[in-house]
């Protein structure tokens, strides 16, 4: 086990940013050591920078939602050994949404893909956009993709009659409802075969992290674990 390090506490505490390698035996530690009121002052910046990113996230007009495309997702489950994924981008402001969605290994050919909307998480629901398949979408295939296929959320033929007969007639009233429906987590984009009619594999679209996020998560996991050291060497 490596000796303890406290005789080099106020050498550490005295000099900002110095750095303690000490090698006994097998046991080599480096530690880096920040002065506390820097390490504090830093801390604060830290925490501003990653309200101000996270504000700017959940206030920007580009959301991505998706997840993956298993049978385990579907209601009720089933054996399905077919994967994929399935995400979408949605400009709240141009109101327009971007799919990108990829599968492999259905049972059979694909009879139908599209979004149902809107229930929580796990339940059933019906069809909210264009049946069987939103256009271009590839059919009666066991495999495929659907990249970068953008489509308006004020185009009738984006949606289901059935849905837009059942949310005010118009699109002008489906289109807030299908919009809420995927900025809170209710929709889900389902592949439909012949073995599985009810929907083979889905993935519900949810809301995925912003980069900023994965940023400030790293930034501060880098400061905490700095700061545990240097305490750990002043205790």
Known sequence: ????????????ASVPGHLLANRRGDCTLIESCIDSTVLEA???TLIMLGG???SWSAHASIVTLGGPLSATNENPANSSAATGSAFVTVDTVALTINFNVVFSGLTGGDTAAHIHCCVAQGGNTGVATALPVLPGFPMGASAGSFINQVFSLLDPSFYNPSFITNN???VSTAEPVFLAGLLNGQTYFNIHTSANPGG???AFLVPTPEPATFVVAAI???VLGTA????????
């Open 42 to 44: 830093f801390m604060r």
């Open 220 to 222: 501060s996991l880098l």
């Open 228 to 235: 545990r050291r240097c305490w750990r060497l002043s205790s």
């Open 168 to 170: 005010g007639g118009s």
């Open 52 to 54: 101000t990113l996270l």
């Open 1 to 12: 086990m490596c000796e303890s390090h406290n005789d080099r506490a106020s050498e550490c």
């Open 200 to 202: 083979e594999i889905r």
